[in-house]
């Protein structure tokens, strides 16, 4: 199982960023998938997750309205579109799954900041 993030950077408050999390190793069209960040002196938390067909979602109340996961299954990727950034927004974001054990991505780095 590899999981490698992509499309972090800088970003002002108020701007957008879309992550992309490209899989390979598993069928990644029967697994759940799901979005973490880790701010600087934080816990890790779950910031969005998707079912395998993508027709369920869920959010953090903290990005509820502003974050949308999605995913393609033929190009074995799952996304987050993140729209109306705020500073704490800010950190290591990291795509997951569980396939008899959690499996991470290595992290992209998101920073808003003016």
């Known amino acids: 199982v590899q999981l490698v993030e992509s499309g972090g950077g800088l970003v002002q408050p108020g701007g957008s960023l879309r992550l992309s999390c490209a899989a390979s190793?598993?069928?990644?069209?029967?697994?759940?998938m799901s979005w973490y960040r880790q701010a600087p002196g934080k816990e890790r938390e779950l910031v969005a997750g998707?079912?395998?067909?993508?027709?369920?979602?869920k959010y953090a109340d903290s990005v509820k309205g502003r974050f949308t996961i999605s995913r393609d299954n033929d190009r074995n990727t799952v996304y987050l579109q993140m729209n109306t950034l705020k500073p704490e927004d800010t950190g290591v974001y990291y795509c997951?799954?569980?396939?008899?054990?959690?499996?991470w991505g290595q992290g992209t780095q998101v920073t808003v900041s003016s």
């Open positions: 190793g598993f069928t990644f069209r029967s697994y759940y």
């Open positions: 998707i079912t395998n067909s993508g027709g369920s979602t």
């Open positions: 997951q799954t569980w396939n008899g054990r959690d499996y």
